[in-house]
């Protein structure tokens, strides 16, 4: 197979200076604040975003040690395989979150409910749309018995270089 390369579209801004201490979704990070720094030559491409309240942020996982396809989450004391978790010890690094946004000024994107470390390069960003986006799902595997240890779960630092 080919190589595929990405360019950073620019970067995401936070008061997490390294992964230990950073929540571990946006949903237990609710409330925490950060920034968007679109690289100007991108900033053409945020015309309307600013009529979303949520948005997708798509980032590279730069402090990601590596991959490994069986991994114990921080929610659970099993191992369990890389693609039946969100982690970023993963083949391809790549990280995801839904974000509220607050107001953009110019390049510079105002968020909350962060949960990214500081410097992270920023792939792309799509609008949330529930209808799109948001399903009825009957079943969420291993995390049925652990989602409930979401807000108090943090980065243990387990997964950086």
């Known amino acids: ?7 950073p579209i620019g970067v995401i801004h936070s008061s997490f200076k390294e992964p230990k201490g950073t929540p571990i979704q946006p949903a237990g990070a609710e409330g925490i604040g950060g920034t968007v720094e679109v690289f100007p030559e991108y900033a053409e491409g945020l015309k309307d975003v600013e009529g979303f309240s949520h948005i997708i942020l798509i980032y590279h996982f730069h402090l990601s040690k590596g991959v490994s396809l069986k991994v114990k989450p921080y929610m659970d004391n099993e191992e369990h395989g890389v693609f039946a978790m969100r982690g ?3 083949p391809n690094p790549i990280g995801i ?3 509220r946004l607050i107001k953009i000024e110019q390049n510079i994107l105002h968020i909350q409910d962060v949960d990214i470390v500081d410097g992270t390069p920023l792939l792309d960003i799509k609008p949330y749309v529930p209808e ?5 799902v009957e079943k969420i595997g291993w995390l049925e018995k652990n989602v409930h240890k979401l807000s108090t779960s943090k980065d243990d630092g387990r997964f950086v270089k």
């Open 1 to 7: 197979m080919n190589e595929i390369r990405y360019k």
């Open 88 to 90: 970023s010890s993963r």
């Open 97 to 99: 979150s839904i974000v």
């Open 132 to 136: 799109f986006d948001t399903r009825e």
